[in-house]
Every structure is written in structure tokens, then in C-alpha cells.
């Protein structure tokens, strides 16, 4: 059914990508500490021989790393893209250059070939699937339900395919178990509040060229992330006011000393707005008349359904490209609303936006390693399903990480178990 | 079998007592304005009507507040303290003016006295009981098993109260539902972030008259109270150090800039101590013999067995009060370490420890006051045993505390109420 | 002229409060690294000896190591206290009894005693003076010009006394060199921005057993004070709203994220309101008209002038004791307003008072201590008026304070002093 | 002598160029209030009317509307660029199609051409001069002393041009008055602190793709661009440790909380390290021989002689670009130290930078504006040489940014201003 080459099949220049590729994989893995430990252990202790992995991912540098680490603990991979426009050809081929790693990723292929490479990678018997957006699972349950027997479990690396797969689930039809690594302790705090918080701010300064100091910023949403972006951008001394609709975060909000307003009295204080709900119209019609000329609208959150944009549209006498990743709506009264990105995710969607920092992919992508560790290992223990991380995994990483940054800590004595225990527990 | 007297049958002078008593109360609720709030819908509502609530509590300003609130709301109150030395006598004989309140503590009573005084209060025959200990539903269950028919249900303020509760419950033994204040997330967040936090820095500076700029602050244990010091501690301009024994603990503290070592090694930097883990032998031998001469050591976790006196005191060759609140243990070769309140908590046990703030106190006795309502209106739909305090209790206590700051705060449209359900629970 | 007995002629049982004294001392001591360093050097090496130093500071322990150490290094030293309600009889006591110092501080005199006491410090016939508030200076000036001829030099601790020094200098009546101690950029930025910022807010929170976190806080003033009560409040998670008249500093606190308000506005938004500014009438009439109920009002300047107790006055229909050190004015509304310490200089006026932290006096009399040898070592170089304390002693002290902290810190290479110097002073 | 032509002459399509030009400086001026409210009262009151103000200075966005403003002001501008990659040509295009202004300024022109396009603005015999880097008053004093006699005065941005004009006006050949722009406190403050402070951080973090969460951040000096770096960087939850060689400033770091350490120490614990000193070879062989493998050296101090290359080049076995901006430097051990932006300032230099946030250059360009009226309206009060700008302008600069943010501030009535004066001047 698939006759999908390889990436070498159709790029130009194979060994010069290969090396630009190489280059920005080395240096990801110059600063992933938990995958640099994992993958000495794998190379050592090669606890994924025999198994076959395939992937479907956002083909660069950070994932690349996960990839190459799960061929050195001994796995034979086959991956290809999540996307067809988040692939960088020149790490697809560079990671197809690593021993027992086949790519099929290209960035920019159509929605035949972008399933006909799925398919090639499923060609390889996959005995355990790495997701990022449920495609693979999906596409191997739907197509190919014979391979299933043989398929020991998988792992999912978002929101958005994690509650596809519970969807499944629900369903009676998700056959094997999958790890949510999505939602782990671990990956939320330091993907949403320090991944998300830091990136959102660097982003908007550099396609904005503006500053922090002493503006006025409106951040919608106190969970993870926007707890994130509000203290990051106290960090940098401007003034935060915070939006919620919950009241015990609201409370949470003000105790820290933030303002906390509803959205139609923020609108006519702030200087930039950034959402962070997971919900849709946040910032609409009657927030949008009352804001202040030049103001710069964001999203940290999820889809771009955040910042109405129709309603923006809709007040807009004229709208314009006022900068590389900034589009203008003037209004009839001159002022000029700045939507940055399209208000879809600001780090990752504007024009210099990098995606979360190298860093906190190691720490999310380090959990995925140990998880198909698990399922090698383990996998027989769980039910077909959406499995919560085991709490050891995510503590193991935690681990690893203070190992790798040389931070030491303390153990608890005997005793000192013993009492906690008695104390918890009755005497 | 009690005829212990109310309070003014024990004092002297109750008028002059009973006016500087009103005097505190009205400081403390002037500063309380969740009990404010309730208060007023309680004298507007009658809610507690018929209803008599025997309680065992520390008696001094800010829980008097809590008595009178449902004096208030109808109810007939008893009270007595939950510790001899904790009264305040003025405060007592202010409580016991009130109408519909009796009040039997007495501070400095014998452990005759003191049952005897709990007592009376049985005598009342509650139907509601309120804890700070579990002082009063022990001593029912215990002596008096014929009362707990008519009881409805009761509320525990305490970690201990509630430790001791879920043994009862595990044994089965516990007859009534209780509900455990103790460990809500407000509860949890307001008073260890913030009360503790805040509360044991100021009591350490005052009983020192040291300052923290430039100091070097070993915070042992980062859970909500150790965050709460290390924030503080961090604010004030001291360099913190944090120790932990659970590696994402110790990593999130790590991700937040502070620096994370193992207490044998904190313990040649420090310059205060200061231990939040309810754990026992925090500090002990090894590390007293690195510390530099001067250290300030204090407790802000639970018991006092944080600190190791007793080995602090074997290796003394000298021990004295340096400063009130303050004793100096001098070291062979010189070195003093300064154990602060006998590292009994700080906040609480210092000659200047005023426990926790009024504000916190407000949130805490808000929960107490809306479980009781909801005892009273609810009470026969909870099974005997411990109860998590509902989350809607909690919740509607976060919106009267914003109420009554004038905070306002945004809702959700009907349209976001579907769009986040629909994403939450499948399509 | 002078009869007046040394400290031990005046109280009661003085080896008992010589030991109370010493303890205390000791205390201070043991926090005092700076003083700890000088005293040794001055032990060592004696650099004071053959001189006599006079001196009117408050008599309490943290300047007492400041009168022992002088005598270390080889001085006779008279003192007495500058104010008659600040000496600490039993650290006066403490004094007298340490080698070549007389102490003649009494607690509680009256003007006639407390002059006769500065007459008895005179009659020592100093050759340098001491001072805090000038009293000793003015009054040798003015009594005992023929002592002038022998007296090498003097320094003064405040902004009071080196005002009216200034006003001598002006007039041609100063007739000796004196030290302008409290200049310094070291005691300045030490002594106001951490040692006010830190004990105003503890002095606050202790006397009024409130928290920071969520409150509202009017910071009146925007220079070294105020920005060390702004930081250290934000630190405790307030929300601070700064007052300011200068257009740059008030620029200053906007672009560093607080909100800047002119008072009649703050007024309304207030919970705690701090002044700072040394101005008078900075909260009047108009601003109490519109502040919420329960409200604290404190000052942290320098006079009880900042907030206007007139115009509370006239407003209120009662006044009263809300709490120890807190006095509450009510107004026709029913509103009441909490002033704290009178409106007098809260940390130390409150009933908690400390004043400020040990080390900040360590700070401050380190330079004290090394103004005192420069007198010795090169007074001849200094003509009769008022001095800025050289840049090189501040240094010195800066230096010492680093060495007694274990801090290390670079110098700068031979090349590197030749290059900054090239670049400054032209090629 | 010159024949040089103005910009259209040199570019391809230059109404393409001006649009997009046009639309680059729409967004500077959206986002600079100061000089919005300039340009509205020079628009209205031609206070430069009759003057000729030749100018060299980086022509970008930012500058542009500086030279507009003056145009406005009622004076013909002739501009050209003060370094021949500076320049944006559309930009240029752009400023040279507003009335009344002349645009040289061509990117990438040789020596020769540059020289020439200074000679065509000076041809329009510039009344007033305002330069960044004293270019255009080297050449006029050089080449056209003739004109200074009609020359009323000047400004200069940086501190190398005021440098290079100090120099001159030692030697007694500056002969005409120039004001210092660049020693201004507000420049220093907001340009230095939030300035350099926030662009370098986010320049940094998006040429790395690395997060600042947790890293150890080395800063190297703790004047007003350290205190940006640390205070921001810290405001990420980053660990910072500072490294200062003056005894105040190191101590002042201490006492706010940071970790102050030689270099040698500190090169062995840090993971980014950045300098700000202003001097050379802050960083060398002894440091990079310590350093672990992956750090990031960066530069934003001034010229890029802190981090001694040199020194880095000799001990390094390969050199490689590692990512753009950024130089891997390959040590004998395999630890590779990587090189930001060759060392230079990284927030200009890196293949990111956008230089100082528009609102930075709006508050230094604002003084430029005032400075320009002033010498149109007092020059000759002010005699040849280098000036400090007056305190009242830079003053009215800020008065005018709290304006245009809408800060109201307080004023002092007449009794305040009295008791200011009363107390400061003696009674």
C-alpha cells in the first residue's frame, strides 16, 4: 500500500543537509541533560532491543534527540512528521543518517504523501508508537487493526492528542495502553510556567522590539501558564493585572499582589494582552472598543479562538502587516490594535518564535524515553487505555536532571521514614 | 459530674476584662472581612437556629470572632479552650457577654479544670461540635456515647485534629461526619504560603532584631509552608538555600533559582535555619559541628523535633538565654548557635509570636463557619467519618473574601461553559 | 560646674544589670562582623591611644560596641546618652564597667541631669567628640570654647545633627573639623533602603498582627527609603502604589511596575499607607475623607509631620487605643483610621520597636569607628567645618564587611586600571 | 568638494523602499510617546524655525522619527549615517521624502562614499549639529572651521562621541557648546537598567533557543547595565551570581541577595555569563580552562574586549559556528564554551538584535529633541565646550513620558516646599 521513500528520496543535496541537520541536533543535545544521561544508559544497557518504534512528530532538532536515543538503546526506529510544515528536512536527514532510524519527514507534502509516509512507517511493524497528536494510533487502529496483537503500548506527547485518545477510550476502542506523558507534575510545571512564561515573553519582545519596563500587561488565565507569564513579566518590572473567572484562582492571583479585573475594565488599562484559558473569546467586541491605541494582543494558550478575531475584523476600518508577524486593525477612531502572530501561539507561531526552549523539550522528551523504557519492560502490567505516567517515572527524570546539573540533595533516614509513616498513617 | 463555672466565676475584675477583651475582637474583625460578610448574613439569615454548638478552641481574639459569628447566626454556643495556656482571659469573659455564648476557659487551669471545662460544655448537649484537636468529639465518643444521636456533624480545624480523627475513623469509631478544615486548598495555600511564610519571618527578625539582606537562609523543606518562607526570604533580599528530600521538589526549586544542597553542606552556609518539613531530625549532630558561629535556628514546620536539641545540647559546653526568645548553645571552640523559642514554631512560640495574621485566620474560620451551615442544612446527607471539605464550600468562600476586598473577577458565557466541556469530556 | 555621678551612683543593684548589659552586648556583638574586625585591629594595634573621646549617642547595645571598641583602640572614653528616654540602663552599666570607659547615661532624667551629664563627659576634656544630634559639639562650643584649641576632630551619626552643624559651619562658628557620618553612600543605601525598608514592615506586622500578602500599600516618597519599603512590601507579595512629587523618580517607580498615584487617589485604594518623604502634610484633611475603614497609617520618614494628626483630629468623633501602639480615629461614618506610633518613626517608635536591624548599625558605626582614626591620623589636615567622610574610609568599610562575610571579589590587573584610565581621561 | 547625491539616487525603486520605510517608522512612533508629544507642540510652534540642523546618526526607524520631529519643529534636516552598516535604506528613502529633510544615508558604501555623504550634509551649513559618535563635529572643526562661527551648538548620543569630544575640549579645540546626551539619569537609568538589561536577556535566549529557569547567570559588573542584567535575569528564576571589583558595588550585590565570587570562582559554576564592565579581558584563559562544557559567553558591556578571544582561540583545537550567532570554541577536552555574537554587544550584534526597545530610544531621543530647542533658544548662554544636559530638560522629559502614559503625580504646595527648603538650609 505505501511506496513512500525515504527523505533522501526527495530532497536535493542529502550531505549537506545532513550536516546542517547534525549541527542543530548537536547542539539540542549539547544542552539536554536528562536525554544525554538517558541515552548513555541506553547505549549501555540497549534495554530496547528487539523493538520496533514508530513516530509521528514535529521532525527537528529537540524530537530528533528522543529519536536518535531511542535507536541507541537498541530499538529500530521509523518516524516521520506530525505536521506537514513543522518538519526541517535538514534534521529529517540527518536522523535518517543515524544507525536503525529510517525518516520519512518532509516539510511541505500534501495530504496524500503526508499519509502515505505514515503508512511507510507503519510498514516497519511498529511494537510500540511515539505520538504527538494521536496519528499514528489513530491511523494503526483504523487501517491496520492485525498489528495491534503484536503492538505492546505507546506513548502521547499533547493535550490535544491525549484527549483524542481518552475520547477512544471512552469508546471501548483504544486496544493498547497508552502513556499521557502530557500531563505529568513534572512536564506541566516546567513546560507550561518556565516553557511557556519565558518563550511568550522573548517572543513578543523580538517581533515587537518593545519592552516590559512599565507597561501595563494583561494576562488572561491563572493556571500554569499564565502564572508563568505573569510572574516572568513582574520579572521584568512591568505591571501585572490578571484575569480569571475562577474564583479560588482570582484569590490566588490577588494574594500575590497582582490586580486582579475583569476583562472589560483590563481592556482599557493594558498595554499588551496575552491569553492563556483554553478557552475561546476571552478578548471580544466590547473589550476590543475600549482598549488604548498601539496595544499588542497575544495568545500563550492553545488554539487561536482566544482573541476573537472576526469581532476585531469586524470594528476594523483597515487592517495591515504593521511589522513581520504583526498585523494592524485600525479602527474608525484612528486607534490601531496590534494582533501579534495571528493570535495563535505566540512562541511558537511568530516569526522568530523558536517553540519552547531546548531545555524543557530534554525534560518532556526525557519522560517519553523512560516511558517506552516502561512499556518494554512492563507493558504486559497495563490494560489497553490512556495510562497516567507512573509517579516513579516522573520522579526518575527529576532525578536524572539533578544528576546531570550536579544538584545535590538530601535522603531521608530510616527513622525519619519511619515517622513520617506513623505520623500519615496512624500509630 | 461538671459544675465548672463560667469563665467570670474565675476571674477578677470581669468588666475591666470583659472591655479590653471587646477591644481585641474588635481589631480582629475589623481585619476579618469573610467573617464580616458571613456575619451579616447570618444575623440576617438565622441559619444555626436550634442549633447548639459545643466547641473546644483557642480562645483568644480572632477565634472568638468565629464564636460570635454563630452566636449570630442562632445557634447556642459553649466554649472552652483546646489548650490551658493558650486563653485569654479577656478575650474569654468577652466571649461569655455575648448572647447565647458561654464561655468556660480559663487560662493557666489544671488538667481537672481543664476537663471539667470541656465538661460544661457537653452539659450543653451540642449538636454541632467544632474542634481545634479533637479534644471535644474524643471526649464525647469516649464518655458520653448517648449524646451522639443528636449530634449532625462537626468540624476539625487542625492537621493533629484531623490525624487523630481518620485513626477513630479507620477503626471504625468515629460516629458522626466530621469535616477536616485543615486540608482544603485555600486553607492550605493562604496559611502556609502566606501566614506561615510571612509570620515566621517577622517573628525570627523581631525576636533578633537581625535583618535578612544579604543573609544566607537555609529553608529545609519546600512544601507549601517552605515555599511560602523561601519566597518571603527572597523578597527581603537573603540569598536561599533550599534542602529537600524529593527530587521534583528539589528540582522545582532549583527551576526557580534558588540554590538546592544537601543539608550537610547548607549547613557550613547558612546563616539562619529555619525547618518546614513536619518531619523529625532535620538538623542534627553532623551538621551543627559545621555551622559558624551566630546561626539562628528556628522552627516553622510542626513539632519541635525539626531541630535535634538533644544533641545540640550534648555538644554544648555552655547554654543560656542570649535574648529573650533566644538560647545560645556554646560550642567547645566557641562557636554560639542560637535555637530560637526552643524550636518550637516560630511564629507561635517567640515572646513576640502572634501566630498567624488576622487575614488568614479569616479564611480559615470563613471555612469553619460555611461547615457548619452546611452541616446544619446538609448534615444528613454525610455518612459518620472524615469529609474533605467540599469544594463548593471552599470556593464560595474565595468569592465572598473577593466580594468583600471589592475585587471583581470575570464569568464564563454560556458559550464558554460549552466550548470548555466540550473539549473536556469528548465530542 | 559638674558634679554629676558616673551610671552606677544612680541605680539599683548594678552588677545584676551589668550582667543584663553585657548579655546584650554580647548579642550585638556577635552580629557586628565590621566592629568585630576594627576591634580587633584596634586591640592589635592601639592606633587611639592618648586620646580622650566625648560622646552623646543613644545608650543602648548596639552602640555600646561602638564605645568599647573606641576603647580598645586605646581611647578614654566619656559618654552619655543624646535623649533621655533612649538610654538602656543596664547597658550603661555594662559600659561603665568596661576598661577606660565612664559612663554617665541614666534613663529617665531630667534636662538639668542630662545636661549635667554632658558636663561631666566634658570634663574629661576631649580631644574628640562623638555625636548624635550635635549636643556635645554645640554645647563645648558654646560653654567651653577654651577646650576648642585641643580637640582634633568629631563626627556625627544623623541627618538632624549635621543639619544643625551645616547652620554653624554657615554662621563661621564651627571651629573644628567634623565627620558627616550619616552622608555616606554606604549608610545611606545600607542604612535606608534595607534597614528602614526591612523593620518598618516588621515593626507594622507586629504591631498589628495583619499580613502584606494581597494588601494594598501607599508608599509616600520615592527615594532611598521609599524604595526600600516598596521592594521589601512587594517582596511580601503587596500590591504597592508609590506617591512621589519629583517627576523622574516617580518616573523611576512606574517603569519598574508599580502603579503611581497622587495621593487623593491612593487614598481610596490604600490598606496601609507608608510615608517616607521627610516632608510635611503628605496625608491631610483631604486624603482621610476618602480612605476605606480599618486602614493603617504609619511613617517611616523621618518627624511625626507626614501624616497630619490636626486634620485627623478635627475629623474624628473618637479616639482610642484600637491595640498597643495603635491608636484608632473614627469618623462620622463609622469609618476608623489606625495610626501607628503616633505617627512618629514607626520601627522605632511602635511599642515593638527595635529600631534598626544590628547590622545595619554595624554598617554605620564601622564608619564611625575609622572616621575616629582618621581624626587621630591626619585631623591636622582638615580644617574646622563640616567634612564628607573621605570616599577611601566608606571603601575601607565596604571592604572590611566583605572580608568579615567570607565574600571574595576581583581586583583589577595592572592592564585593566590602564585601559579604564585611557578610556576616561582621553587617549 | 562633495557631489555626493541624496539617497534615492542610490537605491533601486525607491517608492517601494519608502512604503515599507514608512511603515517601520508608523510602528517606532506608535510606540514613543515622548516624542509624539514633542512633534505635537513643535508642529504647532516651530520653535527651530530658520535653523539647519545637519545630523549623523544610525538611520533606522527609530532615529527617523527624531529627524522627522525636528523638521516639524520648523527646521530643515540633512542627515546621513554614523557607520556605513547601520543604515536601513528604506528608512532612509522614507526620512529623505519628508518636507524639509535630506537624506545621504546608504547602507554598505565605501570610506570614500561615507566620507562624501558627511561633506553633502555639511554643505547645507548646518546651524545646529547632532551627532552619535562625533563624526560630524570632528569633520566640521577638521575640514570647515569656517562654519563653526555660525554654529550655535550641538548634542551627542554616546559615550564614545562625548569621550572623543572631551577630549578635544581638554585640549581647548571644541569651539562651539555641546550637550552630553548621553549623562543624562534618565538615559543612564532607563537606557542602562531596562534597556540593556531586558535586550540583552531576550536577545541571548533567542539566538540560543535556551531557558533562563534554573541556569547559573554569571554578570560581571554591578553598575546600571549589571544591575539590568541581574535584577531581569533573576526575574526569570534565574540563579545569579555577580563578579564586581569595586568593594561598595560588590557589597551591594551581597546585601541583595546575590551570590558575589571572583571570575576564577565563578567560571566554574556558571552557565551563561555575561559582562558588563566597560572593561578589558574581564574573562580569559584562567576562566575559559574552568568553565564547563556548553556555556554561553556573552557581551553586553561595550567594545567586545571582555571576553578575551584571543586567549579562547589559543586554547581551543576547533572553532565552528554552532548555531547562527553563535561560535562553538572546541577545547583539547571536548567541552566546547560558544561565543555569542563574536563577543560584541550581544543586543546589537547578534544575528537577532534589534538594539535598545523603541521606548528606551524614545526617552534618549526625547532629551536630543529638548537639547536641539535649547540651543535654538539659549545657545548662547552656553560657552564652547562639552555640557552636561540641564537638569530641567531632563527633568521636562520625564514630565512629558508621565503625561503621555497618563501618571499623574503629586505636586508640593507652597508650605511644603518652605519646610524642604527651611530644613535643608538651616533655620
Same mark, same amino acid.
Given at each position: 500500500? *505505501?511506496?513512500?521513500?525515504?527523505?533522501?528520496?526527495? =530532497?536535493?543535496?542529502? #550531505?549537506?543537509?545532513?550536516?546542517?541537520?547534525?549541527?542543530?541536533?548537536?547542539? /539540542?543535545?549539547?544542552?539536554?541533560?536528562?536525554?544525554? &544521561?538517558?541515552?548513555?544508559?541506553?547505549?549501555?544497557?540497549?534495554?530496547? !532491543?528487539?523493538?520496533?518504534?514508530?513516530?509521528?512528530?514535529?521532525?527537528?532538532?529537540?524530537?530528533?534527540?528522543?529519536?536518535?536515543?531511542?535507536?541507541? %538503546?537498541?530499538?529500530?526506529?521509523?518516524?516521520?512528521?506530525?505536521?506537514?510544515?513543522?518538519?526541517?528536512?535538514?534534521? &529529517?536527514? /540527518?536522523?535518517?543518517?543515524?544507525?536503525?532510524?529510517?525518516?520519512?519527514?518532509?516539510?511541505?507534502?500534501?495530504?496524500?504523501?503526508? +499519509?502515505?509516509?505514515?503508512?511507510?512507517?507503519?510498514?516497519?511493524?511498529?511494537?510500540? !508508537?511515539?505520538?504527538?497528536?494521536?496519528?499514528?494510533?489513530?491511523?494503526?487502529?483504523?487501517?491496520?487493526?492485525?498489528?495491534?496483537? &503484536?503492538?505492546?503500548?505507546?506513548?502521547? #506527547?499533547?493535550?490535544?492528542?491525549?484527549?483524542?485518545?481518552?475520547?477512544?477510550?471512552?469508546?471501548?476502542?483504544?486496544?493498547?495502553?497508552?502513556?499521557?506523558?502530557?500531563?505529568?507534575?513534572?512536564?506541566?510545571?516546567?513546560?507550561?510556567?518556565? %516553557?511557556?512564561?519565558?518563550?511568550?515573553? *522573548?517572543?513578543?519582545?523580538?517581533?515587537?522590539?518593545?519592552?516590559?519596563? %512599565?507597561?501595563?500587561?494583561?494576562?488572561?488565565?491563572?493556571? +500554569?501558564?499564565?502564572?508563568?507569564?505573569?510572574?516572568?513579566?513582574?520579572?521584568?518590572?512591568?505591571?501585572?493585572?490578571?484575569?480569571?473567572?475562577?474564583?479560588?484562582?482570582?484569590?490566588?492571583?490577588?494574594?500575590?499582589?497582582? $490586580?486582579?479585573?475583569?476583562?472589560?475594565?483590563?481592556?482599557?488599562?493594558?498595554? =499588551?494582552?496575552?491569553?492563556?484559558?483554553?478557552?475561546? $473569546?476571552?478578548?471580544?467586541?466590547?473589550?476590543?472598543?475600549?482598549?488604548?491605541?498601539?496595544?499588542?494582543?497575544?495568545?500563550?494558550?492553545?488554539?487561536?479562538?482566544?482573541?476573537?478575531?472576526?469581532?476585531? $475584523?469586524?470594528?476594523?476600518?483597515?487592517?495591515?502587516?504593521?511589522?513581520?508577524?504583526?498585523?494592524?486593525?485600525?479602527?474608525?477612531?484612528?486607534?490601531?490594535?496590534?494582533?501579534?502572530?495571528?493570535?495563535?501561539?505566540?512562541?511558537? /507561531?511568530?516569526?522568530?518564535?523558536?517553540?519552547?526552549?531546548?531545555?524543557?523539550?530534554?525534560? &518532556?522528551?526525557?519522560?517519553?524515553?523512560?516511558?517506552?523504557?516502561?512499556?518494554?519492560?512492563?507493558?504486559?502490567?497495563?490494560?489497553?487505555?490512556?495510562?497516567? =505516567?507512573?509517579?516513579?517515572?516522573?520522579? #526518575?527524570?527529576?532525578?536524572?536532571?539533578?544528576?546531570?546539573? %550536579?544538584?545535590?540533595? $538530601?535522603?531521608?533516614?530510616?527513622?525519619? =521514614?519511619?515517622?513520617?509513616?506513623?505520623?500519615?498513617?496512624?500509630?
Amino acid at each position: 500500500m *505505501s511506496s513512500y521513500e525515504r527523505v533522501t528520496a526527495h =530532497v536535493d543535496n542529502p #550531505e549537506a543537509l545532513r550536516e546542517e541537520g547534525r549541527r542543530k541536533m548537536d547542539w /539540542a543535545l549539547q544542552h539536554m541533560p536528562i536525554l544525554q &544521561s538517558i541515552r548513555e544508559d541506553f547505549e549501555a544497557e540497549k534495554p530496547l !532491543t528487539g523493538e520496533t518504534i514508530g513516530m509521528a512528530m514535529h521532525v527537528e532538532a529537540k524530537t530528533a534527540i528522543l529519536v536518535e536515543t531511542l535507536a541507541l %538503546g537498541g530499538a529500530e526506529v521509523a518516524v516521520t512528521g506530525c505536521n506537514p510544515l513543522s518538519t526541517h528536512d535538514d534534521v &529529517s536527514v /540527518a536522523l535518517d543518517a543515524v544507525d536503525n532510524v529510517t525518516s520519512y519527514a518532509v516539510r511541505g507534502v500534501d495530504d496524500e504523501e503526508y +499519509y502515505a509516509a505514515i503508512e511507510s512507517v507503519i510498514d516497519h511493524e511498529p511494537t510500540i !508508537t511515539v505520538d504527538d497528536g494521536a496519528d499514528m494510533v489513530f491511523r494503526i487502529h483504523q487501517e491496520h487493526p492485525e498489528l495491534i496483537d &503484536s503492538i505492546v503500548g505507546g506513548a502521547e #506527547e499533547t493535550t490535544t492528542g491525549v484527549h483524542r485518545l481518552r475520547a477512544m477510550d471512552e469508546d471501548g476502542e483504544l486496544n493498547y495502553p497508552m502513556f499521557a506523558v502530557n500531563d505529568t507534575p513534572m512536564k506541566r510545571l516546567f513546560d507550561n510556567v518556565h %516553557g511557556t512564561g519565558e518563550s511568550a515573553l *522573548s517572543a513578543i519582545a523580538m517581533t515587537t522590539n518593545l519592552s516590559w519596563a %512599565g507597561k501595563t500587561v494583561v494576562v488572561a488565565g491563572y493556571g +500554569y501558564c499564565g502564572k508563568g507569564v505573569a510572574s516572568k513579566a513582574a520579572g521584568q518590572d512591568a505591571n501585572v493585572v490578571v484575569c480569571e473567572v475562577e474564583p479560588r484562582k482570582a484569590l490566588e492571583a490577588h494574594m500575590e499582589g497582582y $490586580d486582579v479585573l475583569p476583562m472589560a475594565e483590563a481592556a482599557e488599562e493594558g498595554d =499588551v494582552f496575552i491569553t492563556t484559558t483554553g478557552n475561546k $473569546d476571552v478578548i471580544t467586541r466590547e473589550h476590543f472598543e475600549k482598549m488604548q491605541d498601539g496595544v499588542l494582543l497575544a495568545n500563550a494558550g492553545h488554539f487561536d479562538v482566544e482573541i476573537n478575531l472576526d469581532d476585531l $475584523d469586524d470594528l476594523a476600518v483597515d487592517r495591515y502587516e504593521a511589522r513581520d508577524g504583526v498585523e494592524a486593525f485600525e479602527m474608525a477612531d484612528g486607534r490601531r490594535l496590534n494582533v501579534l502572530a495571528e493570535g495563535r501561539l505566540v512562541n511558537l /507561531a511568530a516569526p522568530v518564535g523558536l517553540g519552547h526552549p531546548v531545555e524543557v523539550m530534554d525534560q &518532556s522528551f526525557g519522560i517519553q524515553a523512560v516511558c517506552v523504557r516502561e512499556i518494554v519492560e512492563n507493558g504486559d502490567e497495563y490494560e489497553a487505555g490512556v495510562h497516567e =505516567v507512573p509517579d516513579e517515572l516522573d520522579k #526518575e527524570v527529576a532525578e536524572i536532571k539533578l544528576a546531570a546539573e %550536579g544538584v545535590e540533595y $538530601d535522603g531521608l533516614t530510616d527513622e525519619q =521514614v519511619e515517622y513520617m509513616s506513623s505520623w500519615q498513617h496512624g500509630t
